[in-house]
C-alpha cells in the first residue's frame, strides 16, 4: 500500500451490499470482505456464521484520502445501515451483522466517536446509537465467492 493511501474497516450488516456501496465511491481504491473483531483464527462463512466466535462481517476500505476523506466514509457508512438495530440488520440478525467501526489510528477513533456523537445528537434517527467502535484487530479475508459479490452474481440485495 502506498503511503498516500489509507484503510478504514467498517461493520454494517451483510458485507455484500456494505462493499458494493463503498465501491461506488471516488476515492476508494479496493476493498475486500472479510471477518474482524472475534476470537478464532482463519474463521469460515460458516464459522462466523455460528454467532460464536464473535467476529463481523467487515469491509476493508483501502481509499486515497487526497479524493475521499474518512469523514465521507463516516457519512456513507451512516446512511447504509440502520445503526440504531443491534446485532441485526434487516432479515439478518446475530453478531457478526453489528454495527462496528474498527478504527486504524487514533486519528480515526477521534473521528469516529464525534461522528457517532454529532449524529445521535441530532436526533434524526430518533434512537440510541449501538455502534461499536473498536481498535482494528486481525482481518481475515472471506472466501473468494463473497468478494465483490453483487459484481459477480448481478444479485442486487442480501437478501434471497
Known sequence: M???LQKATFGAGCFWGVEAAFRKMMGVVSTAVGYMGGTLDNPTYRDVCTNRTGHA???KVVYDPSLVSYQELLEAFWRMHDPTTPNRQGPD??????????YHTPEQEAQARASRDHLQRSGRLG???VTQIEPASQFWRAEEYHQ???EKTGRT????
Open 2 to 4: 502506498s503511503d498516500a
Open 57 to 59: 462481517e467487515v469491509v
Open 93 to 102: 440478525y446475530g453478531t457478526q451483522y453489528r454495527s462496528v467501526i474498527f
Open 127 to 129: 434512537r440510541d446509537i
Open 148 to 150: 465483490q459479490y453483487f
Open 157 to 160: 440485495s442480501c437478501r434471497f
